[in-house]
């Protein structure tokens, strides 16, 4: 069909896709944690537990990545993730005890390993030479709009009816987007650019799995860079020195306590701080509806301005707002809701700047491997952190203070990001000298 062969109903799928593996495993499920607790019997800690799981379950999907997409071709790889959202959300309604919910949110992680961003970016490089940022955007955003439509209806439907009702209404619907993802998702059907020997050589040489476009375009920029006479030793090449890139892995890993742990637990940091749950779902709806036009708007600063000088904005928000929400205990809704703007405006630095980090610190032909690599690190942070907040808030009845030690692991990442920047900096201008 036709209609199939247009590239933005790819970027329509991709959308879906990250609707479900990204945003109702991660984004909008905030919002069941006070219900987790409530209705559920967890502690808080075993409801931290859950997003550990999900994280190391996750994790372990990355590291299979390529493995996982070496066997099956993408489309049916995309529709199995899906596969794995809808069998999570139905474990979680069928579950009454902590180790269904375990085994539910250990499946989830495999749906946001093999079916995130790294598969949803493939998905686009295969439909798009041009406007593939904007296509990019557009997915990535669909995880904000599942937080901004799902969190008032996860509320409604626990309250009416039940929490088993609202985690099987959603397998529901994620069991249809995963039967429209699999009809509609085709492989390219255009040919692939004209390949010099260079690149065939590549491309023979490519490791099982890896995108066939990705190759294309670096060893294409590669052969520019080489035309240019730029020295092959300089940071632009494609070899990556990971021993320059410590200070920047470093804060990866504390990037997952930024973008996934606290971002997760904010329902809980303000249902514990005496807020109801009709204003934590509108808290969690603003902060989706934010993320949508921050991911936008960051990007079009990243642009207009670069990597570093929107490090400086982007870290601003983030340390200003997780000082607003560790004062949740004594804000009022319009308190929260300025607390939440804020940090949510700042946010999408830990979400969408992994890959600017990995595209402005690593050589050219090496982003891939870099962007790999720091999901990986992102990923191992999520899961070191992500029992943390339950444990302090067992000892202490709040999860404010996890905010306010999140204040100083965000000016941590900061610092280091920057010197990353300001190291490459130096190399490739003594390089060009």
Sequence with gaps: MKFLSNKWVMCAAGALVSFCTMGMTVTSFSVYQPYLIDIGGLTNGQSSLLITIRSLSALVA??????????VHLRLGLTISLGFTTLAFLIFGLADSMAGYAVAAAIAGLSYGFGGMIAVSALISQWFSRH????????????????????????IVVQRFSLATAFLTQTALCALITVVVGLVVRA???????????????????????????IIEAEETNQEIQAQTVNPRSPVSGRINFRNMIPVCIAMVLMGCLGNTAYAHLSVLYSTAGFSPHDVSIILSVIGFTLIV??????????????YASNNIFFALVFIGYILCSLADYENLAGGLIAIVIA???????????????????G????????????????????????VPGLIADQTGSYAPFYAATVG???????????????VR????????
């Excluded at 296509?135 to 008032?152: E, N, R, Y």
């Excluded at 130096?426 to 000298?433: G, L, T, W």
């Design 62 to 71: 990355m590291v299979l990545f390529a493995w996982f997409y070496g066997k």
């Design 132 to 155: 593939r940022a904007l296509a990019l955007g557009i997915c990535a955003a669909a995880t904000g709009v599942s937080s901004v439509v799902l969190s008032p209806l996860v509320t």
């Design 188 to 214: 390219k059907p255009q040919s692939l650019p004209e390949q010099t020997e260079q690149t065939m050589v590549a491309l023979e040489n490519a490791p099982h799995g890896v995108d066939r476009i990705d």
């Design 294 to 307: 921050s991911k936008i708007v960051y990007g079009q600063s990243v642009d207009r301005l670069g990597g």
């Design 344 to 362: 949510g405006f700042g946010l999408p630095i830990a979400t969408v700047g992994i890959s600017v980090f990995a595209a402005d610190l690593a």
């Design 364 to 387: 050219v032909g090496s982003q891939i491997r870099m962007l790999q690599v720091f999901q990986v690190l992102y990923a191992i942070g999520s899961t070191i952190f992500g029992f």
């Design 409 to 423: 692991v965000t000016l941590l990442c900061f610092v280091l990001i920057q010197l990353s920047y300001r190291h």
């Design 426 to 433: 130096r190399q490739r201008a003594h390089a060009v000298a």
